[in-house]
């Protein structure tokens, strides 16, 4: 007989020797016991396949896919959704841990909500940091917005998934991004009509160490998350020129231009995407708005400390701002 899990789980694990095993052991304590667990190699250097097989043991839910060159995530992580067998996937990292009520309490989740297509939780973060909860927002169209700012949306070591609605869909890890992956995967499922939730509890730890890719690729990472925004922006907003995106944008990420045309072009151009009208896949249009704004004072407010931007250049701006943008630049308090 087949067997066939309600949840598959994926681990894509890259050099992750010294944790994987925690990892395993984490779904293995899960009170949700119809599960398979999936862990992909993702061309190590390390002892990682010999860990995970290890740490599985004899349990027949466990299988190990070795891959014979490091592709990145979004490739292990679409090589293990491709063999995944259950009615949802989920994926967890391999230095992560999930709490064992994860699968029981998200799967409840997706069977009270059909229209449910991904879901998350917030996440408890534990390693080379102060121990804290990391709180994601809650809402779907809270959750569509909070994309652009790349931060409490549905994290990836939290992610499950109905499996035939991204099938149905064609929604894959996009392997040409290091990184934001599981913000473009969020997105494609934005686009194809999906509900994305977050189950308003702590279902996973996440860790914090310098080997991590967020610690250890920061440029990467953020040329990925900017690529990730532009692309946003332009699907939400295709009316708006690409140059305006493009300042908008680098409104995200210092250094900034030394002088003060710079923010004042970049004002012009988050004018014209608070009065353009936005493709509605179900964001929240104010709260894009507010992440907006926010960096937009956070920009002007540090040109007014290099005393790059003073209450002259506002009062010029003034006239031809819509009422939001002029209540954001009232804050700087010139």
Excluded at 33 to 52: F, H, K, M, P, Y
Excluded at 260 to 287: H, I, K, N, P
């Amino acid at each position: 007989m087949v067997f066939s899990p309600l949840v598959t789980v994926v681990i894509p694990a890259f050099n992750a020797a010294s944790f994987v095993g925690e990892a395993i052991a984490s779904i293995q304590r899960q009170t949700l016991q119809n599960w398979e667990l999936i862990v992909v190699d993702d061309g190590s250097s390390d002892r990682t396949r010999a860990a995970a097989l290890e740490a599985a043991g004899d349990d027949p839910r466990i299988r190990v896919v070795s891959l014979e060159q490091n592709r990145g995530i979004s490739s292990a992580s679409n090589t293990g959704f491709d063999e995944a067998r259950g009615e949802f996937i989920a994926r967890l990292d391999a230095d992560d841990r999930a709490l064992e009520t994860r699968l029981d309490v998200q799967v409840a989740a997706f069977q009270n909500d059909d229209s449910l297509a991904a879901a998350g939780s917030h996440a408890r973060v534990f390693g080379n940091v102060a121990e804290g909860i990391a709180y994601c927002a809650l809402g779907d169209g809270n959750i569509k917005a909070r994309l652009l700012s790349g931060m409490n949306t549905i994290s990836g070591g939290t992610l499950m998934v109905r499996t035939a609605f991204v099938r149905k869909h064609r929604i894959r890890f996009d392997e040409s991004m290091a990184s934001a992956e599981d913000l473009d995967y969020l997105s494609a499922i934005m686009v194809a009509g999906g509900q994305l939730a977050n189950v308003d509890e702590v279902l996973t730890e996440h860790r914090s160490h310098d080997a991590s890719f967020t610690h250890s690729q920061v440029r990467v990472g953020s040329e990925c998350l900017q690529a990730f925004r532009r692309a946003l922006l332009a699907r939400w907003y295709p009316a708006l020129e690409s140059d305006d995106i493009a300042l908008i944008v680098a409104a995200f990420r210092e250094p900034y231009a030394p002088y003060t045309e710079a923010v004042l072009t970049t004002v012009r151009a988050m004018d014209r995407l608070v009065r353009a009208g936005a493709v509605d896949y179900g964001q929240d249009t104010s709260v894009v708005h507010t992440i907006v704004l926010d960096r937009l004072v956070a920009m002007a407010g540090l040109y007014r400390d290099h005393r790059l931007l003073n209450a002259s250049h506002l009062e010029a701006m003034r006239y031809f701002v819509s009422a939001p943008v002029n209540a954001a630049l009232d804050r700087l308090g010139l």
